[in-house]
Protein backbone atom coordinates (compact mmCIF):
# COMPACT_ATOMS: atom_id res chain seq x y z
CA UNK A 1 0.00 0.00 0.00
CA UNK A 2 2.54 2.24 0.72
CA UNK A 3 4.59 1.44 -2.22
CA UNK A 4 1.86 2.76 -4.50
CA UNK A 5 0.63 6.20 -2.07
CA UNK A 6 4.91 6.92 -2.88
CA UNK A 7 4.57 6.21 -6.20
CA UNK A 8 1.60 8.60 -6.44
CA UNK A 9 3.37 11.12 -4.45
CA UNK A 10 6.89 10.89 -6.97
CA UNK A 11 3.96 11.44 -10.13
CA UNK A 12 2.42 13.84 -8.63
CA UNK A 13 6.00 15.89 -7.64
CA UNK A 14 7.29 14.78 -11.31
CA UNK A 15 4.14 16.45 -13.00
CA UNK A 16 4.23 19.58 -10.82
CA UNK A 17 7.61 20.11 -11.89
CA UNK A 18 7.04 18.95 -15.58
CA UNK A 19 4.25 21.60 -15.96
CA UNK A 20 6.48 24.31 -14.44
CA UNK A 21 9.62 23.54 -16.48
CA UNK A 22 6.82 23.96 -19.56
CA UNK A 23 5.49 27.25 -18.23
CA UNK A 24 8.93 28.51 -18.08
CA UNK A 25 9.75 27.49 -21.47
CA UNK A 26 6.33 28.82 -22.73
CA UNK A 27 6.64 31.96 -21.35
CA UNK A 28 9.51 33.31 -24.28
CA UNK A 29 9.45 36.30 -26.72
CA UNK A 30 11.40 35.43 -29.33
CA UNK A 31 14.88 37.93 -29.33
CA UNK A 32 13.38 40.13 -27.19
CA UNK A 33 14.48 39.74 -23.38
CA UNK A 34 11.40 39.81 -20.93
CA UNK A 35 13.26 38.70 -17.98
CA UNK A 36 12.29 42.09 -16.15
CA UNK A 37 8.76 41.26 -16.80
CA UNK A 38 8.11 37.78 -15.67
CA UNK A 39 9.89 37.78 -12.17
CA UNK A 40 7.89 36.54 -9.27
CA UNK A 41 5.12 39.22 -8.48
CA UNK A 42 2.45 41.36 -9.56
CA UNK A 43 2.61 45.26 -11.20
CA UNK A 44 -0.17 47.80 -10.39
CA UNK A 45 -0.61 51.25 -12.46
CA UNK A 46 -2.89 53.88 -11.08
CA UNK A 47 -5.13 54.92 -13.67
CA UNK A 48 -6.49 58.28 -14.51
CA UNK A 49 -10.17 58.95 -14.19
CA UNK A 50 -10.22 59.02 -18.10
CA UNK A 51 -9.18 55.40 -18.41
CA UNK A 52 -11.48 54.21 -15.49
CA UNK A 53 -14.71 55.88 -17.46
CA UNK A 54 -14.05 53.59 -20.10
CA UNK A 55 -14.49 50.82 -17.99
CA UNK A 56 -17.68 51.81 -16.46
CA UNK A 57 -15.78 53.16 -12.94
CA UNK A 58 -16.57 56.64 -12.12
CA UNK A 59 -13.82 57.54 -10.34
CA UNK A 60 -10.07 56.11 -9.81
CA UNK A 61 -9.24 53.03 -10.07
CA UNK A 62 -6.32 50.40 -10.66
CA UNK A 63 -4.88 47.81 -13.09
CA UNK A 64 -2.64 45.12 -11.47
CA UNK A 65 -1.27 43.10 -14.38
CA UNK A 66 1.54 40.06 -13.67
CA UNK A 67 3.16 38.33 -16.68
CA UNK A 68 3.11 34.11 -17.00
CA UNK A 69 1.33 34.37 -13.77
CA UNK A 70 -1.45 34.76 -12.18
CA UNK A 71 -2.56 37.55 -9.88
CA UNK A 72 -2.10 37.03 -6.49
CA UNK A 73 -5.78 36.72 -5.64
CA UNK A 74 -5.41 38.98 -1.78
CA UNK A 75 -4.48 41.89 -3.37
CA UNK A 76 -7.37 43.71 -4.23
CA UNK A 77 -11.18 42.94 -2.96
CA UNK A 78 -12.40 43.80 -6.43
CA UNK A 79 -9.56 41.29 -8.19
CA UNK A 80 -9.98 38.17 -5.79
CA UNK A 81 -10.94 35.57 -7.90
CA UNK A 82 -11.12 32.76 -5.75
CA UNK A 83 -14.89 32.76 -5.28
CA UNK A 84 -16.29 33.28 -8.22
CA UNK A 85 -15.82 31.20 -11.83
CA UNK A 86 -14.11 33.28 -13.95
CA UNK A 87 -10.86 31.50 -12.92
CA UNK A 88 -7.67 33.07 -11.84
CA UNK A 89 -6.76 36.41 -13.57
CA UNK A 90 -3.14 37.58 -14.99
CA UNK A 91 -5.05 41.68 -15.83
CA UNK A 92 -7.82 42.95 -13.34
CA UNK A 93 -8.81 46.46 -13.24
CA UNK A 94 -10.58 47.38 -9.69
CA UNK A 95 -11.90 50.50 -7.75
CA UNK A 96 -11.14 48.67 -4.63
CA UNK A 97 -14.58 47.16 -4.53
CA UNK A 98 -15.57 45.67 -7.51
CA UNK A 99 -13.36 44.56 -10.12
CA UNK A 100 -12.79 43.75 -14.09
CA UNK A 101 -10.60 40.36 -15.25
CA UNK A 102 -9.27 41.76 -18.68
CA UNK A 103 -7.02 39.55 -19.35
CA UNK A 104 -7.22 35.38 -17.77
CA UNK A 105 -4.06 33.55 -16.79
CA UNK A 106 -3.53 30.14 -18.64
CA UNK A 107 -0.41 28.29 -17.89
CA UNK A 108 -0.74 26.80 -21.34
CA UNK A 109 -0.82 29.88 -22.97
CA UNK A 110 1.99 32.48 -24.13
CA UNK A 111 1.12 35.56 -23.91
CA UNK A 112 3.70 36.97 -26.29
CA UNK A 113 3.42 34.54 -28.61
CA UNK A 114 2.24 37.71 -31.17
CA UNK A 115 5.94 38.76 -30.69
CA UNK A 116 7.65 35.87 -31.73
CA UNK A 117 7.54 36.89 -35.30
CA UNK A 118 7.34 40.32 -35.02
CA UNK A 119 10.11 42.88 -34.70
CA UNK A 120 7.47 44.60 -31.85
CA UNK A 121 7.21 43.25 -28.26
CA UNK A 122 2.99 42.26 -28.15
CA UNK A 123 1.07 40.79 -25.58
CA UNK A 124 -1.92 39.39 -25.87
CA UNK A 125 -4.53 37.93 -23.73
CA UNK A 126 -8.13 36.36 -23.93
CA UNK A 127 -11.14 34.98 -21.56
CA UNK A 128 -11.39 38.53 -19.88
CA UNK A 129 -15.08 38.42 -17.64
CA UNK A 130 -17.96 40.89 -19.24
CA UNK A 131 -18.81 44.69 -18.95
CA UNK A 132 -21.52 46.52 -18.85
CA UNK A 133 -20.85 47.43 -22.68
CA UNK A 134 -19.09 43.66 -23.26
CA UNK A 135 -22.05 41.46 -22.28
CA UNK A 136 -20.64 38.38 -23.72
CA UNK A 137 -18.61 36.74 -20.94
CA UNK A 138 -15.01 35.26 -21.91
CA UNK A 139 -15.05 37.27 -24.79
CA UNK A 140 -12.96 39.94 -23.64
CA UNK A 141 -9.59 40.06 -25.07
CA UNK A 142 -6.46 42.76 -24.22
CA UNK A 143 -3.30 43.52 -26.11
CA UNK A 144 -0.36 45.21 -25.14
CA UNK A 145 2.13 46.78 -26.56
CA UNK A 146 5.40 47.68 -25.56
CA UNK A 147 7.44 50.74 -26.66
CA UNK A 148 10.66 52.32 -26.44
CA UNK A 149 11.30 54.06 -22.84
CA UNK A 150 14.82 54.05 -21.73
CA UNK A 151 13.97 54.94 -18.32
CA UNK A 152 10.93 51.76 -17.73
CA UNK A 153 13.21 49.44 -16.76
CA UNK A 154 10.66 47.53 -14.92
CA UNK A 155 12.82 46.34 -12.24
CA UNK A 156 11.04 44.55 -9.22
CA UNK A 157 13.23 44.62 -5.82
CA UNK A 158 11.59 41.24 -4.98
CA UNK A 159 8.05 39.27 -4.28
CA UNK A 160 5.15 42.24 -4.33
CA UNK A 161 3.94 44.97 -5.80
CA UNK A 162 5.85 46.55 -8.76
CA UNK A 163 5.23 50.72 -9.39
CA UNK A 164 4.71 50.61 -13.17
CA UNK A 165 2.44 53.23 -13.33
CA UNK A 166 5.01 55.64 -15.02
CA UNK A 167 5.71 53.27 -18.00
CA UNK A 168 1.72 53.48 -18.87
CA UNK A 169 1.17 55.25 -22.32
CA UNK A 170 -2.19 54.64 -23.21
CA UNK A 171 -4.92 52.45 -22.53
CA UNK A 172 -7.63 52.49 -24.72
CA UNK A 173 -10.94 50.49 -24.97
CA UNK A 174 -12.56 49.90 -28.69
CA UNK A 175 -15.96 52.22 -29.17
CA UNK A 176 -17.19 49.77 -31.95
CA UNK A 177 -15.94 46.59 -29.95
CA UNK A 178 -15.93 46.96 -26.09
CA UNK A 179 -14.88 43.96 -25.72
CA UNK A 180 -11.08 44.67 -26.73
CA UNK A 181 -8.36 46.39 -24.72
CA UNK A 182 -5.57 48.64 -26.15
CA UNK A 183 -2.51 49.51 -23.66
CA UNK A 184 0.90 50.40 -24.62
CA UNK A 185 3.30 50.32 -22.17
CA UNK A 186 7.40 51.57 -22.14
CA UNK A 187 9.86 49.16 -21.54
CA UNK A 188 13.91 50.03 -21.54
CA UNK A 189 14.67 46.04 -22.78
CA UNK A 190 13.15 47.01 -26.69
CA UNK A 191 15.25 49.99 -26.98
CA UNK A 192 17.59 49.85 -29.55
CA UNK A 193 20.73 51.36 -27.36
CA UNK A 194 23.09 53.93 -28.72
CA UNK A 195 26.74 52.77 -29.52
CA UNK A 196 28.27 53.18 -26.62
CA UNK A 197 32.17 53.68 -27.21
CA UNK A 198 34.54 56.71 -27.64
CA UNK A 199 36.72 57.69 -30.66
CA UNK A 200 39.04 55.73 -32.31
CA UNK A 201 42.07 56.84 -30.87
CA UNK A 202 40.52 55.71 -27.36
CA UNK A 203 39.08 52.63 -25.62
CA UNK A 204 36.53 52.49 -23.86
CA UNK A 205 35.94 48.31 -24.13
CA UNK A 206 37.33 47.57 -20.86
CA UNK A 207 35.49 50.01 -19.15
CA UNK A 208 32.05 48.70 -20.67
CA UNK A 209 33.08 45.05 -19.98
CA UNK A 210 32.25 44.13 -16.12
CA UNK A 211 28.96 44.34 -14.51
CA UNK A 212 29.96 47.29 -12.45
CA UNK A 213 33.15 48.35 -10.97
CA UNK A 214 33.45 49.58 -6.93
CA UNK A 215 35.28 52.57 -5.52
CA UNK A 216 35.70 51.39 -1.78
CA UNK A 217 38.43 54.11 -0.77
CA UNK A 218 36.46 57.70 -1.24
CA UNK A 219 37.41 60.47 1.14
CA UNK A 220 35.97 60.81 4.25
CA UNK A 221 34.80 64.73 3.19
CA UNK A 222 33.46 63.56 0.15
CA UNK A 223 31.48 60.85 1.77
CA UNK A 224 30.18 63.74 4.45
CA UNK A 225 28.40 65.55 1.73
CA UNK A 226 26.11 62.80 1.05
CA UNK A 227 25.85 60.43 4.39
CA UNK A 228 26.66 61.67 8.67
CA UNK A 229 28.70 58.69 8.39
CA UNK A 230 32.54 59.43 6.73
CA UNK A 231 32.30 55.69 4.52
CA UNK A 232 31.04 55.04 1.50
CA UNK A 233 31.35 53.32 -1.28
CA UNK A 234 30.73 54.05 -4.99
CA UNK A 235 29.67 51.66 -7.90
CA UNK A 236 29.54 52.87 -11.43
CA UNK A 237 29.11 51.06 -15.08
CA UNK A 238 29.30 52.95 -18.27
CA UNK A 239 27.49 51.13 -20.69
CA UNK A 240 24.60 49.25 -18.99
CA UNK A 241 22.92 49.69 -15.39
CA UNK A 242 24.49 48.52 -12.30
CA UNK A 243 23.29 45.08 -11.84
CA UNK A 244 24.05 42.70 -9.06
CA UNK A 245 24.69 45.12 -6.22
CA UNK A 246 22.07 44.96 -3.46
CA UNK A 247 22.10 48.69 -2.05
CA UNK A 248 21.80 49.88 -5.25
CA UNK A 249 19.33 47.43 -6.85
CA UNK A 250 16.40 49.72 -6.10
CA UNK A 251 17.81 52.79 -7.97
CA UNK A 252 16.38 52.04 -11.17
CA UNK A 253 18.42 52.04 -14.43
CA UNK A 254 21.03 53.54 -12.67
CA UNK A 255 25.15 53.89 -13.64
CA UNK A 256 26.40 55.64 -10.78
CA UNK A 257 25.65 55.30 -7.11
CA UNK A 258 27.09 56.16 -4.12
CA UNK A 259 25.86 54.03 -0.80
CA UNK A 260 26.87 53.96 3.02
CA UNK A 261 25.36 50.31 3.36
CA UNK A 262 22.23 51.84 4.60
CA UNK A 263 21.10 54.88 2.16
CA UNK A 264 22.22 54.54 -1.24
CA UNK A 265 21.93 57.55 -3.44
CA UNK A 266 21.94 57.68 -7.78
CA UNK A 267 24.40 59.82 -9.13
CA UNK A 268 22.97 59.41 -12.64
CA UNK A 269 21.01 56.76 -14.70
CA UNK A 270 21.77 54.94 -17.77
CA UNK A 271 20.35 56.34 -20.84
CA UNK A 272 19.88 53.29 -23.45
CA UNK A 273 19.28 55.89 -26.59
CA UNK A 274 22.58 57.96 -25.70
CA UNK A 275 25.80 57.43 -25.42
CA UNK A 276 27.52 58.30 -22.56
CA UNK A 277 31.20 59.07 -23.92
CA UNK A 278 30.31 62.88 -24.39
CA UNK A 279 33.87 64.30 -24.90
CA UNK A 280 37.19 64.12 -26.21
CA UNK A 281 40.96 65.01 -26.17
CA UNK A 282 44.32 63.43 -26.53
CA UNK A 283 44.51 62.72 -22.98
CA UNK A 284 40.75 62.38 -21.97
CA UNK A 285 37.42 61.04 -21.57
CA UNK A 286 34.05 62.57 -20.33
CA UNK A 287 31.64 60.54 -19.24
CA UNK A 288 28.00 62.72 -18.08
CA UNK A 289 24.64 61.05 -16.38
CA UNK A 290 21.71 62.43 -15.40
CA UNK A 291 18.23 62.00 -13.76
CA UNK A 292 19.63 60.91 -10.45
CA UNK A 293 18.08 60.72 -7.26
CA UNK A 294 18.94 64.00 -4.79
CA UNK A 295 21.29 64.01 -2.19
CA UNK A 296 20.29 65.85 1.23
CA UNK A 297 22.36 68.80 -0.13
CA UNK A 298 20.10 69.35 -3.70
CA UNK A 299 17.06 70.99 -3.61
CA UNK A 300 14.11 68.18 -4.14
CA UNK A 301 13.10 70.81 -6.79
CA UNK A 302 15.93 69.35 -8.60
CA UNK A 303 15.49 65.79 -8.67
CA UNK A 304 15.39 65.07 -11.95
CA UNK A 305 18.24 67.29 -12.50
CA UNK A 306 21.22 65.34 -10.41
CA UNK A 307 23.60 64.05 -12.56
CA UNK A 308 27.55 63.25 -12.47
CA UNK A 309 30.61 64.15 -14.94
CA UNK A 310 32.99 61.17 -14.91
CA UNK A 311 36.59 62.51 -15.81
CA UNK A 312 39.19 59.75 -17.50
CA UNK A 313 42.51 60.95 -17.71
CA UNK A 314 45.39 59.29 -19.22
CA UNK A 315 47.91 57.55 -17.63
CA UNK A 316 49.60 54.81 -19.26
CA UNK A 317 50.30 52.44 -16.00
CA UNK A 318 46.09 52.92 -15.10
CA UNK A 319 45.10 49.78 -16.84
CA UNK A 320 41.64 47.95 -15.26
CA UNK A 321 41.21 44.33 -14.50
CA UNK A 322 38.22 43.25 -14.11
CA UNK A 323 37.38 39.49 -11.82
CA UNK A 324 34.80 37.95 -13.30
CA UNK A 325 31.67 39.92 -14.10
CA UNK A 326 33.60 42.55 -11.73
CA UNK A 327 36.03 45.11 -11.56
CA UNK A 328 37.60 47.17 -8.68
CA UNK A 329 38.81 50.68 -9.52
CA UNK A 330 39.93 51.81 -6.27
CA UNK A 331 43.00 52.23 -6.98
CA UNK A 332 42.54 54.61 -10.19
CA UNK A 333 40.42 56.80 -8.40
CA UNK A 334 41.37 60.44 -8.35
CA UNK A 335 38.77 61.95 -6.83
CA UNK A 336 34.82 62.99 -6.06
CA UNK A 337 34.02 66.65 -5.72
CA UNK A 338 30.02 67.82 -5.48
CA UNK A 339 29.77 71.14 -7.25
CA UNK A 340 30.33 73.89 -4.74
CA UNK A 341 27.56 76.14 -7.02
CA UNK A 342 24.98 72.92 -7.40
CA UNK A 343 24.90 70.37 -5.10
CA UNK A 344 22.90 68.49 -7.84
CA UNK A 345 26.12 67.81 -10.06
CA UNK A 346 29.02 65.47 -8.99
CA UNK A 347 32.20 65.07 -10.53
CA UNK A 348 34.63 62.13 -10.47
CA UNK A 349 38.11 61.45 -11.73
CA UNK A 350 39.96 58.36 -12.75
CA UNK A 351 43.24 57.85 -14.39
CA UNK A 352 42.87 55.55 -17.37
CA UNK A 353 45.23 53.75 -19.59
CA UNK A 354 42.92 54.12 -22.43
CA UNK A 355 41.92 57.69 -22.22
CA UNK A 356 45.48 58.12 -23.60
CA UNK A 357 45.10 58.56 -27.56
CA UNK A 358 46.45 56.36 -29.75
CA UNK A 359 48.19 59.04 -31.86
CA UNK A 360 50.30 59.93 -29.35
CA UNK A 361 50.95 56.98 -27.19
CA UNK A 362 50.65 53.24 -26.68
CA UNK A 363 48.53 52.13 -24.31
CA UNK A 364 48.33 48.55 -22.92
CA UNK A 365 44.29 48.78 -23.41
CA UNK A 366 44.26 49.89 -26.65
CA UNK A 367 45.14 46.58 -28.65
CA UNK A 368 42.80 46.75 -30.69
CA UNK A 369 44.34 50.61 -32.23
CA UNK A 370 47.80 48.66 -33.01
CA UNK A 371 48.60 47.37 -36.42
CA UNK A 372 49.62 43.66 -35.52
CA UNK A 373 48.86 42.19 -38.94
CA UNK A 374 51.67 44.87 -40.60
CA UNK A 375 53.80 44.62 -38.13
CA UNK A 376 53.98 40.43 -37.64
CA UNK A 377 54.00 40.35 -41.72
CA UNK A 378 57.51 43.29 -41.39
CA UNK A 379 58.65 41.07 -39.10
CA UNK A 380 58.31 38.00 -41.37
CA UNK A 381 59.42 40.16 -44.09
CA UNK A 382 62.97 41.08 -42.30
CA UNK A 383 63.59 37.57 -41.31
CA UNK A 384 63.17 36.33 -44.96
CA UNK A 385 65.59 38.95 -46.32
CA UNK A 386 68.21 38.64 -43.86
CA UNK A 387 68.00 34.52 -44.25
CA UNK A 388 68.69 34.97 -47.96
CA UNK A 389 71.33 37.50 -47.35
CA UNK A 390 73.31 34.62 -45.11
CA UNK A 391 72.09 31.39 -46.71
CA UNK A 392 73.35 33.08 -49.81
CA UNK A 393 76.73 34.22 -49.08
CA UNK A 394 78.05 31.25 -47.30
CA UNK A 395 77.14 29.51 -50.70
CA UNK A 396 79.38 32.41 -52.78
CA UNK A 397 82.25 31.93 -50.22
CA UNK A 398 82.34 27.68 -50.49
CA UNK A 399 81.76 28.66 -54.29
CA UNK A 400 85.20 30.57 -53.96
CA UNK A 401 84.04 34.21 -53.52
CA UNK A 402 86.10 36.18 -50.78
CA UNK A 403 85.30 39.88 -52.08
CA UNK A 404 82.49 42.36 -51.20
CA UNK A 405 79.98 43.05 -52.89
CA UNK A 406 80.78 39.87 -55.36
CA UNK A 407 79.96 37.63 -52.33
CA UNK A 408 76.28 38.47 -51.84
CA UNK A 409 73.16 36.23 -53.91
CA UNK A 410 73.18 36.67 -57.02
CA UNK A 411 74.80 40.46 -57.09
CA UNK A 412 75.49 40.35 -60.87
CA UNK A 413 71.71 39.80 -61.12
CA UNK A 414 70.84 42.68 -58.40
CA UNK A 415 73.43 44.80 -60.09
CA UNK A 416 71.91 44.95 -63.87
CA UNK A 417 68.42 44.54 -62.06
CA UNK A 418 68.98 47.86 -60.43
CA UNK A 419 70.97 49.93 -63.25
CA UNK A 420 68.05 48.96 -65.69
CA UNK A 421 65.28 50.67 -63.41
CA UNK A 422 67.52 53.70 -63.18
CA UNK A 423 68.08 53.51 -67.26
CA UNK A 424 64.24 53.14 -67.53
CA UNK A 425 64.14 56.98 -65.23
CA UNK A 426 66.35 58.14 -67.82
CA UNK A 427 64.56 57.23 -70.90
CA UNK A 428 60.95 57.76 -69.39
CA UNK A 429 62.55 61.73 -68.60
CA UNK A 430 63.91 61.80 -72.02
CA UNK A 431 60.40 60.74 -73.43
CA UNK A 432 58.52 63.29 -71.75
CA UNK A 433 60.27 66.29 -72.37
CA UNK A 434 61.01 65.49 -76.21
CA UNK A 435 65.33 64.58 -75.89
CA UNK A 436 65.95 67.85 -73.93
CA UNK A 437 66.96 66.14 -71.20
CA UNK A 438 70.91 66.25 -70.75
CA UNK A 439 73.19 63.20 -70.78
CA UNK A 440 75.61 64.73 -68.91
CA UNK A 441 73.98 63.46 -65.88
CA UNK A 442 72.67 59.67 -67.46
CA UNK A 443 74.41 56.31 -68.53
CA UNK A 444 77.53 55.99 -70.22
CA UNK A 445 77.02 56.05 -73.93
CA UNK A 446 77.12 52.00 -73.85
CA UNK A 447 74.59 51.38 -71.53
CA UNK A 448 71.16 49.83 -72.90
CA UNK A 449 69.71 53.14 -72.58
CA UNK A 450 71.84 54.78 -75.01
CA UNK A 451 71.41 51.56 -77.45
CA UNK A 452 67.27 51.90 -77.46
Sequence with gaps: MCSKVCSLHLLLLLGIVCLASAQTEICTAGHHNIQPLIKEGYWVINLADVYCSQLGFPSLCKLYLAFCQEITPNIDPGCDSTDTDEGPSSLCVSNGTEGINIGAYDPSENPFQISINTTDLIG???????????????????????????????????????????????????????????????????????????ENRHNTKTLSRPDYWEVS????????????????????????????????????????????????YSLGVYNY??????????????????????????????TSDVGSIVTLKCELGATWSQSGSTGDASDHFEGLLVNPEDACLVFVEFSYSGACSAQGHSSSNDNDNVGWPGLIIMLLLAVVVALYLIIGSIYNVTKGKSGCPEVLPQYDFWKAFFMSAIEGVYFTADLVTCGLCTRKVGPAPSSEYEKL
Design 273 to 302: LVNPFVSFTNDTILAAYSNGTHNPRCPSTY
Design 124 to 198: FWNNGSSTDKCLVPNTFQTTIAFECDPYASWENSGVGAGEATSYLKDFFVNFENPCEVYITLGYSKVCEPAECKA
Design 217 to 264: NIPEDSCREFFESSQCTMYISFCKPISGVGHCEGLVNTSVCITNGTTS
